[in-house]
């Protein structure tokens, strides 16, 4: 990897501005498909990503009515195995995709009332859905509370190994040829006037890189890169979500096959059973801008709910305790495709479901990379609905 | 400090295992006193004093009737200042004493009958104790819950920050010329046969030591020491605590002023504030052996039983969370005197009171390694009373 300052005159095809899951799987994809990538990130390796619970769940609670969310979601979650497959071929490694399934319970009579219409919603989705009375829910996770009033199994709702699938994106980028560059996309540069087109990046610490194609894939720090079309800086904002990694103790059988959701004290929470032993427990949301601290309440809370649910969890230790940023915007939709000046891409804006998406990310930005047209499930997420200005839409 | 292997022949005046805080004060002193002291900790810098909440107290609830135990902590106690100042002066680092004094607070007319009589019994040993109210006691502490029974200020019951402490510790023995060795004494030699004088100790990995002196200070580990006299190996046992240290966010005004403890849930809970802006929140009592894994359980419980106290804890940051082993003994009073084989001196098991009671076993070390006799309050806490053999004693 290049020394911070010796860089001059680097040159690509594409430069991709973040390290994230959605940024490297681009890279890779973009790589293999004969693009010459630099990819720029001060801190590659230690994105959001790793921040995350890894749920390959195409509907939540906050999805009723957001249809093209919903279609775009499945298309993602089609796509998932196949592209892991790819990725654990690739690099000889397992990326921990689980798919034992998600056991939705229920506490209350309301609560599975608002259970039973998300099954509505799902089966109306296609979605395999199996309703469980409390008996059939401690069968299928014998260490669950008594106090579960009932379920349904969603068998179609997996999930990855967030760590492990971010590890192997950044192998596979770099057997492929991704060239990453340690320092953070300041600007997007352009030449020309009205018809404008992208002619490199600005880097914090080192020279520009030319190159006429630009990925902006940077998450929560979208915003903070100059150049964007005017609408587009302000359209990603931070939402803060702190989760916990457990571990069994040596010699204890694990306490969870499946992922499990639940309601407790009217916030969701989830317990994710990882292939190498670790529960994550998640998470916050929480609207505090760019803050990263882990605060003793919030690890109250999601102790308290985790231990509502599977009370055996208050003997696994606590590993680790994180904060991380998902890239929200106003309408919860990803924002993905092309945007003024000619040969910038936007890929960010994930939300809560940076890792579900990013194979079908990939896709749909090698797909405009290379002159072709993404999936038309992407239609409705481009960059064109938070321009602010009128005539460019 | 010599690398591991390469000590040949080294010989001292005296040989400390161990370099918690214990270890360290009296090698300090001892140095001080113009023995020549080499300290062997293969952990130095990492002892169970680093988890510690640093309270100087000298009558908690489970000394009702130990009154050897009184004796010998308010003897601890009067000379904790003294020695810290020292210490201060002689590295110029200022240790983090607070003498704002602890308040003990009830929630209920049953806690605080129990307080009523531990401030009793504290008063008959000539301790100070102001007896408040609701109002009062938050008052003197805004950010108490309302909740609040009823509480007693103790002034006389103080804290230091642990880690500076040990840090100056370190330090000042530094100063003093004490040689450090990161190995683990493995055995006490001894030559001569009915009477058998120490000769100096082995290492785990590296040459032996040669001393007609040994101090064992070390801890929960003492019992790993071979040639300590049978009784003594198994009269310390690990204690397990955890706690966990919590920080302000930046410009967020400090929460606590004095100690705080409560009983909650049964449970013992106490908050101390440090002048940097830490607030300690400790501790669990488990018999569990040498573990020292944090556990999502005991995270819990002190961030309920915290916040309970405390409820702006919720919005602080949780900066750490670990897990210390206090070393317990039979009767919960510390070991400290000579033991055979001659040249053999005991400084452990301490338990909860390892911080209060390090100036005075370091004074009352000294004394028995320069031929003096210890203070009166030491006699109870000789090695003897823990000999398995008959005529030992």
Known sequence: MPAKGVLVAVT?????????VIGTAIAWRAAAAGLDVVLADPAYGDAASLVAAGMLAPVSEALFGEGALLRVNLLALARFPSFAA??????????????????????????????????????????EAEELDSRACRKLESFLTPDVHGGVLFPGDWSVDNRRY???????????????????????????????????????????????????????????????????????????????????PDGMPP???????????????????????????????????????????????????????????????????????RPGTPDNGPIVG???????????????????????TADAAVACLTGRAPAPEWEPFGPGRFLTRQGER
């Open 255 to 325: 306490v969870l096959t499946h992922t499990i959701r639940a309601t407790v004290r009217g916030a969701d929470v989830y317990l994710v059973p990882r292939a190498d032993g670790e529960v994550i427990v998640g998470a916050t949301q929480e609207e505090r801008g760019p803050d990263l601290t882990v605060t003793a309440g919030a690890v109250h809370d999601l102790l308290h709910d985790a231990m509502s649910v599977l009370p055996v969890t208050s003997e696994l230790i606590l590993a680790e305790t994180c904060a991380g940023l």
């Open 338 to 360: 092309d945007a003024g000046p000619g040969g910038l891409l936007l890929a960010t804006g994930h939300y809560r479901n940076g890792i579900l998406m990013s194979a079908a």
């Open 86 to 127: 790819e990725l654990e071929q690739v690099t000889g490694h397992r990326v921990g995709l689980r798919r034992e399934g998600t056991l939705a319970v229920a506490f209350d009579a309301g609560d599975y009332a608002a259970l039973t219409r998300l099954t509505a919603f799902r089966r109306s989705a296609g979605l």
């Open 166 to 248: 971010a590890a192997a994106l950044r192998e596979a980028a770099a057997s492929a040829g991704v060239r990453v560059v340690r320092d953070r996309v300041t600007a997007v540069l352009t030449a020309g006037g009205a018809d404008a087109r992208v002619r490199g990046v600005a880097l914090a610490e080192s020279s520009e890189i030319g190159s006429d194609r630009v990925v902006v894939a940077a998450g929560s720090w979208s915003g903070a890169v100059h150049g964007l079309p005017a609408g587009l800086r302000s359209a990603v904002r931070p939402v803060k979500g702190q989760l916990l990694r457990l571990r069994h």
């Open 12 to 20: 690509a095809d594409v430069v991709i501005a973040g390290g994230g």
